[in-house]
């Protein structure tokens, strides 16, 4: 295995490849189509790499700072790096499940998937360092579904390759947490998504969790796409960063065993269908978008339900892979091309573009922000797919902007 220090110093965002990396706009629908490729994955890359290779050799919690948000509320110490690893990871999942090449890209996701997989080894062991905590304070339950999400995502590249102690040690880490209680709100589907994990690699679950996550969730609908985070409605990013992709995903595995209809299923995508739609429409000309609601430092996890539909080939009628590519890059390049985003040594700082402290919530600290990598989901599409060999194309707020034609948008009811 290359030293993990090589790569990194020749594949960071603007060096991976031979190629440029600019950003594909309204003004450069004659740029390469490989460029927003190129660019995702080096970025990718930057943002992964310390917490992977870190949590591979046991050094997260010796390397990774620990900045914390304004009033910060947590025991941040015994949660923060089961936060990082979880969250990076299970954006990290599609694109790890790709198969080998030969490839510049090809190798570098050879490499980080070898170092994910030595972390989940540590992570679940005693005797580590990196032994990540899922038992004391309630952080785990929500950290632990990430977790999981990850091997849902990529289960012949993460689950199967783990030898049978390492499994029988995730299996018995996530059944302690069973005692936690989950907060009345989105915090069911986490509990929820541990059950669905456990039932799909045939371990013992309870689906009383599963049916009350769905239940509630069905309950709380709001309309138009939007689901509400408990009984009360807020106007947040949540239905992105939790709500849509983790329900979806949750009873993908329940009706796969027949353990829910696929009714529910298949009403859960058209909701989250209609909310990517609503989200492409966010993004701005430049690549901005609406500063809005609590937990604005996961910045690109926003846009999950949008790059999941991507991965999924199942977009909403009227929006073609290329827009969404073009838009998500130009999210991206504001985002973390901004001095600050990350710090000197290359670790996330609290922020949505820059360095931005102030803005991040109680329970906030470095390893929430690893969340951003599910922006990142449509990567594991191959790059021959049209959503990254298709040539560029105008979002929908560059033609309304620019005054060229568009589709009228009206509610819908479902």
């Known amino acids: 295995m290359a030293p993990m220090a090589g790569l990194a110093g020749a594949l960071l965002p603007g060096k991976m490849f031979a190629s440029d990396i600019t950003g594909t706009t309204v003004n450069n629908t004659a740029a390469p189509v490989t460029a927003d490729r190129q660019y995702q994955v080096s970025l990718l890359q930057r943002i992964a790499a310390p917490v992977v290779t870190n949590m591979s050799k046991g050094t997260l919690r010796k390397n990774m700072p620990l900045e914390k948000g304004p009033g910060y509320g947590l025991a941040a110490e015994k949660v923060t790096y089961l936060e990082a690893f979880g969250r990076c990871i299970s954006g990290m999942a599609p694109w790890l499940a790709l198969p080998d090449d030969a490839t510049t ?3 570098l996701r050879k490499q980080l998937r070898a170092q994910v997989l030595e972390g989940i080894v540590n992570g679940v062991n005693p005797s580590s360092a990196d032994y990540l905590n899922f038992r004391v304070e309630s952080q785990p339950l929500v950290d632990a ?66 049916m009350v996550a769905t239940k509630k969730m069905q309950e709380w609908y709001a309309g138009d796409g939007f689901y509400s985070d408990g009984a009360e409605f807020s106007f947040d990013y949540y239905n992105g960063y939790v709500i849509h992709p983790m329900l979806t995903d949750m009873l993908k595995v329940l009706t796969d065993k027949q353990q829910a209809p696929k009714a529910d299923y298949e009403q859960a995508v058209k909701r989250m269908q209609r909310y990517a739609f609503l989200q492409e429409r966010m993004i701005a000309p430049d690549g901005t978008y609406p500063a809005i609601g609590r937990s604005m430092t996961y910045r690109t996890a926003a846009f999950q339900p949008l790059v999941q539909l991507a991965l999924e080939h ?18 991206m390049k504001r985002i973390f091309d901004m001095e600050g985003t990350f710090d000197k040594q290359g670790w996330l700082q609290l922020g949505i573009c820059g360095h931005q402290p102030e803005v991040a919530d109680v329970y906030t600290s470095t390893g929430s922000l690893y969340i951003c990598t599910n922006g990142f989901l449509a990567l594991g599409l191959p790059s021959e797919d049209p959503f990254w060999s298709d040539p560029a194309a105008e979002w929908t707020s560059q033609k309304v902007w620019s005054g060229k034609p568009v589709k009228k948008d009206y509610h819908v009811n479902y």
Not at 314 to 331: K, S, Y
Request: aromatic share 10%; charged share 20%; with cysteine.
């Open 105 to 107: 890209e090809g190798k």
């Open 145 to 210: 579904a990430y977790l999981c999400q990850a091997f849902m995502r990529a289960p012949q590249a993460l689950w199967h390759p783990l030898d049978n102690t390492t499994k029988a040690n995730v299996v018995k880490e996530l059944k302690a947490l069973r005692k936690i209680r989950p907060a009345y709100n989105n915090w069911l589907l986490f509990a929820g998504m541990v059950e669905a994990f456990l039932l799909s690699v045939g371990e013992e679950w309870e689906p009383l969790r599963t």
């Open 314 to 331: 199942r977009l909403p009628e009227g929006i073609n892979p290329a827009q969404v590519r073009c838009a998500m890059t130009a999210v």
